[in-house]
């Protein structure tokens, strides 16, 4: 697949695993990574870049662990708890590395459960039950219970990412806690090891016996004991996740742990963060799927109404309400500025408000429901609200907007600039009463301390998601204790619990005793030496915990320091400051990045995730295939901002950024922009790979494969004239084989057939720059090097669309003739060659800005080569005139979709013959991540008859010449048997439309049909 990195220790490797381990670390190091790779089946990975990306979770912290294991059995996490005892390693048990407060790192060894424990055990579906391996990520499960009309109902924000264990580990709630309580409320049974190797089987105590009995009677002795102290200081809500679950034997939470009033053991284990065992399997209680649900959406002239609106709405629904979800303005206006968020956010908006709530009821039947938001429109006109809520009864509008507010912690950490919403007191939660007195007077805090929060809240339950700006390069720690103590003053004045929801870890540990008294921490402590004797289980965390301020344990500690670059594309628009009070940003280039700008855009990345998900979207394809870190948005930003900063070990400082550690974490992203659409705090890998490779080709070299690819556009006007000869690698057996040796590209793949007689040599004719000029409806037509000289029919069909709805069409030319075509300069840029890159993007500006400056539309076919004129060619120092023409580049489809919406393109619509059969659609990634799809379905519909489907598909695994490849053909093809060549095969008799010409080469190579462009088939459908 691609070369392992030198520490990746395999089980062939374990003899040498010592001496390599403990040559860049230490001997205990050595003799873990020997013993784990002889005797587990898992990954041991103890690189100093894999360590270094296991180092961080969403939180503001980063410890480095001594090694990581990623078991492929359940039997290599007890090997692994037995190695780690005998040589004394602390265990840090991980799922989806998803934590906000630095529970999943640690000094020792992290065991990674996502990769491979995540099976589904057994579904009792009559009893409602499921028993699963703490891998599973929740919406993979709740997926495969969707037949069965259940779901497992803790439904947190980070759904497509977090696994059942973490959130056992964390006691995790969700936006409908109002309705099915916690993690703790839907746990019925776990079975993990302890620290000793042995198994606990933990239930109902009235049933349990040996061991499991015996902890219990020796928690049920403690809690007893201390009844007057938990009736004193246990915060009474529903939201308290601190400390360990005491109170299973005397109930001190709103909603009793179990329906019947019994004591179930396994609750002991929830809201341990991996401190007391090592999950092997957890019992779940489902809940039957809601049929159907209602949304009422209020919205609030001030974020203090919105707040003491709450206690109101929180009474409706009887029993049917499930969610009041609070969405501030900040949240909003971020929301605004993201191209995937903002048109769902503006249908919940009604002028410009403070703050909205998401007010959900579900029941049987939306007839039952829909009284339930009449209700919700009287009570804010009684509250003096009149006309404030947006009605949302369709399911689609609620699904979409429920979507922004998943993406609610990420999408705050979207302020550019180093001072960040920080996540330390953002789950304290408060009885309903009170939740706007104290928000208000934590703005207050907040003013005091320079700072500004931005908030979201489950409102229903009082807990508060707010996290105050702060730089934690520039004092960041010390505002953040003293807003900490203030704060906690206030949770005491308010008897709340200022751990309500993200768990404890590194950040709130220490409020542990604050919270509950010395005597119940101590109780704490108690609990932990039972099951943990040995200490070996997450140490130091909930007991014995260290201070939140601590800043050798965080991700920009004050040694922090980037290594000076100078960048080949212009990252200034990251490279600024921002006002913690007034979130406004500084200048471009004015942020002080020794790295101009790329550093801080790296380092936009927070760990939250988004990218480890599987659902409809585009990212990350190379992380779907393999499930590794390495291979996954997060990883590679994490990879790039350690060589950064000189923080990989075993590598110089200034080599880390051209190192091979980071060359092979940038080995499988094929580019497909799908991070710079979904992911929500802007992280653009695609675009950080080019600048990558300028630096790191510069340093080591091209291959042969490079310039070939690279300088297509240069030599194909020749190349063309040598079509036959080209294309025997094909047609001879043994020259695949020879040009896999001597070029790399891969002898199971065909390559594009070269054309003696191409576009540009066909003698069409369009309109001259003066005609089209001056033309009442102009049209400029780009015709990229890959329809130019490989697929001819596709610029001959879009010219003779684009004529037949009456435009005159201008075919763009270079302003001083060479023979050679127009080009965006892609090809370069996919080697680095930014340089090169820009000479040909100059090129293309002249020959094009004075139609731009006309308004005139620029229309292209290949997605990559055109949305390059709305992308890279913006970041090459080319100017305003790069600007001007990026506001006139369209696709083909977006441009005849946006004339049809204007009633321009009647004529062609009577030209078009009706078609009866099914249109499949794959969309290429670079449309998808420009919004550009949707565009080509309406386009689609033009023909009469036609009813497109697209495919839910990721990338389609060919990335330009990545699939080409020899070192990728593998991984290529499983990209794009995921979901893209299935759904091709479905449908045999089916159209396949897909635009980019990588796609279409793949769909031939992988399922053996044509498929055809957009163009194409709106020529074919032409009447004469």
């Not at 960048?567 to 979130?583: G, H, I, K």
């Amino acid at each position: 697949m691609n070369a392992p990195l030198p520490l990746k220790i395999t089980r062939e490797a374990a003899a040498h695993a010592y001496d390599n381990v403990a040559r860049v670390s230490n001997e205990v190091a050595g003799r873990l990574a020997a013993r784990l790779a002889a005797e587990t089946q898992g990954e041991v990975l103890f690189s100093g870049a894999d360590r270094g990306r296991y180092a961080t979770d969403a939180s503001i912290y980063q410890v480095a662990p001594v090694g990581v294991l990623v078991p492929r059995t359940a039997a290599d996490v007890k090997t692994a708890l037995d190695i780690s005892r005998d040589l004394q390693v602390p265990i840090v048990a991980r799922g989806g590395g998803t934590s906000q407060c630095g529970q999943t790192v640690g000094a020792g060894l992290v065991i990674d459960y996502a990769k491979h424990l995540r099976s589904i055990l057994a579904v009792d579906a009559q009893a409602r039950t499921a028993e699963v391996e703490p891998g599973i990520v929740l919406d993979h499960l709740n997926a495969a219970l969707k037949p069965h009309g259940l779901w497992y109902p803790v439904d947190v924000s980070t759904s497509a990412q977090a696994t059942l264990g973490g959130m056992a580990g964390n006691n995790s709630c969700g936006s409908r806690s109002i309705a099915y309580g916690n993690m703790v409320h839907n746990v019925l049974g776990a079975t993990a090891w302890r620290s000793d190797g042995s198994l606990l089987e933990l239930g109902r105590y009235d049933t349990a016996t040996g061991p499991a009995r015996q902890l219990g009677d020796y928690v049920k002795a403690l809690s007893d004991q201390l009844l007057p102290e938990l009736q004193a200081h246990w915060p009474k809500v529903l939201r308290r996740v601190a400390g360990y679950n005491l109170d299973i034997f005397n109930n001190q939470n709103e909603k009793p742990y179990t329906t019947d009033g019994s004591v179930n053991l396994s609750h002991l284990l929830i809201g341990s963060e991996g401190t007391l065992g090592l999950t092997r399997s957890l019992t779940l209680q489902l809940a039957e799927l809601p049929r159907t649900k209602v949304l009422g959406v209020v919205n609030f002239p001030t974020f203090y109404q919105a707040m003491d609106s709450a206690q109101h709405i929180a009474r409706l629904g009887d029993g049917t309400l499930t969610a009041v979800e609070l969405v501030d303005r900040t949240m909003i206006e971020l929301s605004l500025q993201n191209p995937a968020f903002a048109p769902t956010v503006r249908t919940a908006l009604i002028g410009q408000p403070d703050a909205i709530l998401l007010v959900e009821f579900s029941g049987n039947s939306k007839a039952e429901l829909t009284p339930k938001i009449r209700q919700l429109v009287e009570l804010m006109g009684e509250l003096g609200l009149p006309g404030s809520v947006v009605e949302m009864i369709d399911d689609a509008p609620q699904k979409n907007l429920w979507e922004v507010r998943k993406a609610g912690l990420n999408i705050m950490m979207s302020l550019k600039g180093d001072g960040k919403p920080v996540s330390f007191i953002e789950d304290c939660a408060v009885p309903l009463v009170h939740l706007a007195e104290y928000t208000d007077a934590l703005t207050q805090v907040f003013r005091k301390h320079g700072s500004k929060g931005t908030w979201y809240a489950h409102a229903s339950v009082g807990t508060l998601h707010v996290r105050p700006i702060l730089d934690m390069r520039r004092q960041g720690a010390d505002k953040m204790r003293a807003i900490a103590e203030e704060a906690s003053e206030l949770v005491r004045h308010y008897k709340g619990a200022y751990s309500g929801e993200h768990g404890d870890g590194l950040c709130r540990g220490e409020w542990i005793e604050w919270q509950f008294g010395p005597r119940i921490n101590d109780a704490f402590a108690q609990i932990k030496n039972y099951l943990d004797p040995l200490n070996l289980l997450c140490p130091q965390r909930i007991v014995n915990p260290p201070k939140m301020d601590d800043t050798r344990l965080m991700r920009f500690a004050p040694s922090y320091k980037v290594i000076p670059i100078k960048t080949a594309l212009d990252w200034s628009a990251w490279n600024v400051q921002n006002d913690p009070v007034t979130e406004q940003t500084s200048a471009p280039g004015s942020g002080g990045d020794p790295a101009q700008g790329f550093a801080k855009a790296v380092e936009m990345c927070n760990n939250n995730g988004t990218c480890r998900k599987f659902d409809a979207g585009t990212m990350c394809p190379s992380y779907r295939v393999t499930r590794d870190e390495k291979h996954l948005t997060r990883g590679r930003a994490n990879t790039l901002r350690l060589a950064l900063s000189g923080q990989l070990e075993g590598i110089k400082a200034e080599d880390a950024f051209t190192s091979d550690a980071v060359q092979e974490a940038l080995e499988l992203c094929v580019g497909c922009k799908g991070c710079k659409r979904d992911c929500p705090t802007g992280v653009d890998m695609a675009k950080m790979k080019i600048e990558f490779l300028h630096h790191y080709k510069g340093k080591h070299g091209y291959t042969l494969k490079d310039k070939l690819v690279a300088h297509l556009p240069d030599y194909a006007h020749w190349a063309s004239r040598l079509a036959p000869l080209l294309n025997l690698r094909d047609k001879i057996p043994g020259l695949a084989a020879l040009s896999e040796k001597m070029v790399g590209f891969s002898a199971r793949r065909t390559l594009p057939q070269w054309k003696t007689q191409t576009f540009f040599n066909s003698g069409a004719v369009g309109a001259s720059r003066e005609e089209v000029l001056a033309a009442a409806k102009p049209v400029v037509l780009f015709v990229d090097t890959f329809n130019g000289y490989f697929e001819s029919d596709n610029a001959s069909s879009a010219l003779k669309v684009l004529q037949a709805a009456g435009y005159k069409v201008h075919i763009a030319t270079k302003t001083v003739a060479d023979g050679k075509s127009l080009c965006c300069g892609r090809t370069y840029l996919a080697s680095g060659m930014v340089d090169k890159a820009k000479a040909k993007a100059s090129e293309l500006v002249a020959a094009l800005l004075p139609f731009a400056e006309k308004g005139i539309a620029i229309v292209g076919l290949e997605p990559s080569c055109l949305l390059t004129m709305r992308d890279e060619m913006l970041v090459m120092g080319l100017g305003d005139a790069a600007q001007t023409i990026s506001g006139q580049a369209l696709l083909l489809e977006e441009f005849l979709a946006r004339e049809a919406a204007a009633g321009k393109l009647e004529t062609l619509k009577a030209r078009l013959k009706p078609t009866s059969q099914p249109i499949l659609l794959h969309g290429h990634c670079h449309q998808k991540a420009f919004g550009a799809v949707s565009p080509i379905i309406d386009v689609l519909k033009l023909i009469p008859g036609a009813q497109p489907e697209l495919i839910e598909s990721s990338c389609c695994g060919m990335a330009g010449s990545f699939g080409y490849e020899a070192s990728h053909y593998d991984v290529s093809m499983q990209m794009a048997e995921l979901s893209l060549l299935p759904a091709v095969r479905k449908q045999p008799g089916a159209i396949v439309v897909a635009d980019g010409t990588s796609c279409r080469h793949q769909i031939k190579d992988g399922a053996q049909r044509e498929a055809i462009h957009v163009a194409a088939l709106l020529a074919r459908q032409l009447q004469d």
